[in-house]
């Protein structure tokens, strides 16, 4: 599966406001089904189930796999905010993708997705370009050491990736926007 084909994906759902992140991952589970066999999807996948020390991953689960299609495992995770809280989400699309990178590494996947879908024009422009910021809104490369934005562990708690990174925001329907990126 490669770019284009997701981007096709999801110009095939039709976004609307009343969307939370599961209708999202639903939705595009059906979009999935009518390309691979039904039986090698699964959502919210326990990476325990693949005899991976889950101890050494930033996260326990995948928001979706699909296992050997022609002898391809991919792995995607999701994510749809909608409710603000920008610099934090933000974050939580860095942590993806760490753990996606984690994937990668066990060897037992060959692509790997992060794919961010909002409506919310605060990911993409704003007053902020710099720090967490610069990556989402300035085309600035996401790479090395992403410091947590807030809270009581700002600058001390971070999520090193080894990749680097270029977000494109595209546009969808009803002032929806997206970008995906493949580790």
């Not at 599961?22 to 325990?48: H, S, V, W």
């Not at 809104?137 to 050491?145: A, I």
Request: hydrophobic share 40%.
């Amino acid at each position: 599966m490669n770019l284009v084909k997701i981007d096709e994906l999801l110009r095939n759902i039709k976004f609307d406001n009343f969307y939370i992140e599961a209708t999202f991952q639903f939705k595009l589970l059906m979009q999935l089904a009518k390309i691979y066999d039904e039986d090698c999807i699964f959502p919210e996948r326990n990476i325990g189930y693949y005899r991976l020390n889950q101890k050494i991953f930033s996260k326990k689960e995948a928001d979706i796999i699909i296992e050997q299609y022609n002898g391809l495992a991919i792995a995607f995770e999701l994510k749809m905010p909608m409710n603000g809280q920008v610099p934090e989400q933000m974050y939580k699309f860095v942590e993806d993708i760490k753990f996606l990178e984690e994937l990668k590494a066990s060897n037992l996947f060959d692509k790997c997705y992060l794919i961010v879908v909002t409506n919310d024009s605060d990911f993409w422009q704003g007053k902020k370009n710099d720090g967490i910021y610069a990556p989402f809104r300035s085309g600035v490369s996401l790479k090395g050491k992403i410091y947590k934005p807030t809270g009581n562990e700002k600058n001390e708690s971070f999520h090193q990736i080894s990749g680097e990174y270029h977000i494109s925001w595209n546009v969808l329907i009803n002032n929806f926007k997206y970008f995906v990126v493949e580790v």
